[in-house]
């Protein structure tokens, strides 16, 4: 059986998207901005791909520095536009699966966040007290309520300008255990209200010293239909998730998982089922680039992450067999250089590398699932709703 890999690179926007402005993002510009901030990119495998050729294609037309145009890429290039409502991971990921969210996820507001309706049944059947209540970056709330959190147990609850529950609490304070069963609670009274995604946050250290930790978990709403991955599992192609795929997708159509945390682990074990899989789909989340460096506003370490990535790929690319497809995209943007800490509407990479095949075009593709569609054909699929075209 053939095999594919599609990497979500986690906010690896390329430039505003035509609605950015209906979102508070008009002028954000992941990929161009960052690196323009640090004085270009040594990206040349992500040349070789055609990453800056894609710009090329996009009204605002904002090259990537360090990485130019290449006159004849190795893989195929294009961007996709975002077709659903929101800007976050589940509405991202949910549409290159073949979804379509529309109207949206409900987003709270950012002060008073939770309904105390809401509130009163989290703090009755938890049996610990709400702190927090409102929209704040993950490093921001839990520095300014995490010693009222050590002092009296209770959760630290906040969300963005996503559609997110997120749950912070000291690892030593809320055991993970109960950490997880308070997000199921939470998931099971979000449900009415359609939130996308209760969110663990653990965390350790002292005042002024709080770090959080790699053992977060997405508990997710359940798609309304059955994604590629259902339908991929039921014709009997294996779907390997790497590390919060899973989650995202409620632990739906998904064969073995291995729930990493960062870049690093999640590539290691791509490589590692890329050479021990017989055939199916390897499906990853590389969550540095959004969690460490996009909501911190880091630009430079943004940088040096899609510099290492392209390291990673450099040893990769020969590994691959004929045949197979390696699928780079991603779920959303998040400028380091724009205001605020949340995620930015924008167009979304697209480089399709199949072994053996001259690279081309695939222009401005009107919709993430398009890559659904391309899976289906890759794997033989036949019975798909009527969204999106196969660049395949």
């Not at 996308?196 to 709403?221: C, H, M, Q, S, W």
């Not at 250089?337 to 001259?358: A, N, Q, S």
């Amino acid at each position: 059986m053939k095999k594919a890999v599609l990497i979500v690179m986690d906010s690896v926007g390329i430039g505003e998207a035509p609605d950015a402005a209906l979102y508070g993002d008009k002028g954000a510009s992941t990929l161009p901005h960052l690196s323009a901030a640090v004085g270009g990119l040594a990206a040349p495998v992500f040349r070789s791909l055609g990453l800056g050729n894609i710009p090329g294609l996009l009204p605002q037309r904002e090259s990537i520095a360090g990485v130019p145009p290449e006159p004849a890429p190795i893989a195929s290039w294009g961007a996709m536009r975002e077709t659903s409502e929101g800007k976050d991971t589940i509405t991202g990921h949910w549409e290159i699966a073949g979804l379509v969210t529309r109207p949206g996820f409900h987003v709270f507001p950012p002060e008073n966040s939770f309904p105390p309706d809401l509130i009163a049944a989290f703090e009755k059947e938890t049996g610990r007290g709400v702190i927090g209540d409102k929209a704040s970056s993950g490093t921001a709330i839990i520095d300014e309520f995490g010693a009222e959190h050590l002092r009296t147990g209770a959760l630290i609850c906040y969300t963005s300008a996503d559609s997110v529950f997120q749950i912070a609490a000291h690892e030593e304070i809320v055991p993970l255990p109960e950490l997880y069963r308070c997000c199921e609670i939470a998931r099971r009274l979000c449900d009415p209200l359609k939130v996308g995604r209760v969110i663990a946050r653990p965390f350790l250290g002292a005042p002024g010293a709080f770090k959080r930790t790699e053992n977060r978990r997405d508990f997710a709403y359940q798609p309304p239909e059955k994604t590629i991955l259902e339908r991929l599992t039921a014709e009997g192609v294996p779907v390997w998730a790497v590390g919060k795929i899973e989650d995202i997708y409620a632990h739906r159509g998904v064969t073995e998982s291995n729930h990493t945390g960062n870049n690093r682990t999640s590539a290691a074990q791509v490589e590692a089922w890329y050479e021990e899989k017989d055939g199916g789909l390897i499906f990853a989340n590389f969550i540095d680039f959004d969690m460490v460096y996009g909501h911190r506003r880091d630009a430079e370490g943004y940088a040096k992450c899609v510099e290492w990535m392209d390291g990673w790929l450099a040893g990769f690319l020969p590994k691959m067999q004929e045949g197979d497809v390696l699928i780079l995209t991603a779920d959303h943007g998040n400028d380091p250089t724009f205001t605020g800490t949340d995620h930015t509407r924008e167009y979304v990479p697209l480089i399709v590398c199949e072994k053996g095949k001259p690279g081309c075009s695939l222009g401005i593709r009107d919709g993430f699932y398009d890559i659904s569609m391309s899976l289906a054909k890759f794997f033989g699929l036949k019975e798909l709703p009527p969204r999106g075209v196969s660049f395949l």
